[in-house]
């Protein structure tokens, strides 16, 4: 199971490199909109109406790919002050339940968000002609890509493989994005 799980790790490694890249080319694109903007109302005395919604859009991408690299490197929100007063033992069982609730949650972002998007799917966003279901596609492909890393996290601690936790420096497995070890010390 070891070997599995050390095979998917590169998987979801290029999933995550590519999702923070993503997430990074989304705050330089919003960005250049912003400033597009701002040059054309107050240089050329015009507008352009489909900045602000595009700009939003281009938002929400960044925030929940880089959101779902966040918990793939153990920077989500975790049971941190408890931690300090229980045993090593106990340790990572709190980290279990700290996953489990993080994709129980981005269950619902996805639940939700298709729900959001076919309720959505027959309205047009004015400023930009498309579908209002657009809208809610970064909330699902971000809520899918957390429960897939929060799963990778989980069945990792269980072959007794180590995660990846805020705060730790050490890179055992080479390069940008890789798993971590911490919680078994």
């Not at 999933?15 to 250049?32: R, Y």
């Not at 281009?58 to 989500?76: D, P, S, T």
């Not at 298709?114 to 809520?143: C, Q, R, Y």
Request: charged share 15%; proline share 5%.
């Amino acid at each position: 199971m070891q070997r599995f799980l050390m095979r998917a790790a590169q998987i979801t490694n290029l999933i995550g490199q590519t999702a923070l890249w993503l997430a990074g080319a989304g705050v330089v694109f919003m960005t250049i909109i912003i400033f597009l903007q701002v040059f054309v109302r107050y240089v050329l005395n015009s507008s352009l109406p489909w900045t602000e919604p595009g700009a939003v859009m281009v938002m929400g991408w960044f925030i929940f790919l880089g959101a779902a690299v966040g918990v793939r490197e153990g920077y989500h929100l975790a049971f941190d002050v408890v931690l300090y007063f229980i045993p090593d033992r106990l340790k990572l069982v709190f980290f279990s339940i700290s996953d489990l609730v993080v994709m129980a949650f981005a269950g619902g972002m996805v639940w939700y968000g298709i729900k959001l998007a076919v309720k959505t799917a027959g309205n047009k966003l004015p400023s930009l002609g498309i579908s209002g279901a657009f809208d809610f596609a970064p909330l699902v492909v971000g809520g899918a890509l957390i429960i897939l890393f929060s799963l990778e996290r989980l069945l990792r601690r269980a072959a007794g493989l180590p995660t990846a936790r805020f705060g730790t420096d050490d890179d055992p497995n080479g390069g940008p994005g890789a798993l971590r070890p911490v919680e078994a010390r």
